[in-house]
């Protein structure tokens, strides 16, 4: 088990990892179509679209759980770690 402290970090990894596969897919097939070097495509569009979503998330993850508690009324985490527990 991974310390706590790290959850925003990892957060931001597998979220960035997920959403710029499923994008990069998805938007590579739209643009291209099932081409005969689909995947290899999808592939490069994947690497480049990962490099750029993790900084992205890691960076703004604080602010959507910030948005988020204000429209539901349930308080943030005061350090931006989900696995804080809640007074």
Do not use: E, H
Not at 7 to 15: D, E
Not at 56 to 70: D, E, G, K, Q, Y
């Amino acid at each position: 088990m991974l310390p706590s402290k790290y959850a925003p970090l990892i957060f931001a990894f597998f979220m960035s990892l997920f959403m710029a596969f499923i994008m990069s897919g998805l938007l590579t097939l739209v643009n291209l179509g099932p081409v005969p070097d689909f995947f290899g495509k999808w592939m490069r569009a994947f690497a480049v679209a990962w490099v750029l979503a993790f900084p992205i998330v890691f960076a703004v993850a604080p602010i959507v759980r910030r948005l988020t508690a204000a429209l539901t009324g349930v308080p943030a985490p005061p350090n931006g770690n989900d696995d804080a527990p809640t007074p």
